[in-house]
Nanobody
Framework: QVQLVESGGGLVQPGGSLRLSCAAS????????MGWFRRAPGKEREFVAA????????YYADSVKGRFTISTDNAKNTVYLQMNSLKPEDTAVYYC???????????????????WGQGTQVTVSS
């Protein structure tokens, strides 16, 4: 089993920044990639970013490209999501997930992530 714990959410003004963290523990050797997804009120869960744990290859949703950066600290088994130039439409609960597969075609698909954290709220508002 794998446990994922997110932190770092909060309230920020438009244009501000936040950094989310996701600490992984347990059988992390089984995870090939980590991803961030979000769910806004009344909307479906959507892909935000992903990173292949060993190779460091990254994937981004078009809506966050150039503003968000996903990275890992392998020594700490932690994945980060640096979010800059935040907009009100970024308001959502953010979840990190663990994916056992490393192929490009499944990085953006939530159904391939078998492990999930509890989520952390990000609110962008003035």
């Amino acid at each position: 089993q794998v446990q994922l714990v997110e932190s770092g959410g909060g309230l920020v003004q438009p244009g501000g920044s936040l950094r989310l963290s996701c600490a992984a523990s347990g059988s992390i050797f089984s995870i090939a990639a980590m991803g961030w997804f979000r769910r806004a009120p009344g909307k479906e869960r959507e892909f935000v970013a992903a990173i292949r744990w060993t190779e460091g290859l990254t994937y981004y949703a078009d809506s966050v490209k150039g503003r968000f950066t996903i990275s890992t600290d392998n020594a700490k088994n932690t994945v980060y999501l640096q979010m800059n130039s935040l907009k009100p439409e970024d308001t959502a609960v953010y979840y990190c997930g663990g994916n056992r597969r490393r192929s490009d075609d499944v990085m953006r698909l939530a159904e391939y992530y078998g492990y999930w954290g509890q989520g952390t709220q990000v609110t962008v508002s003035s």
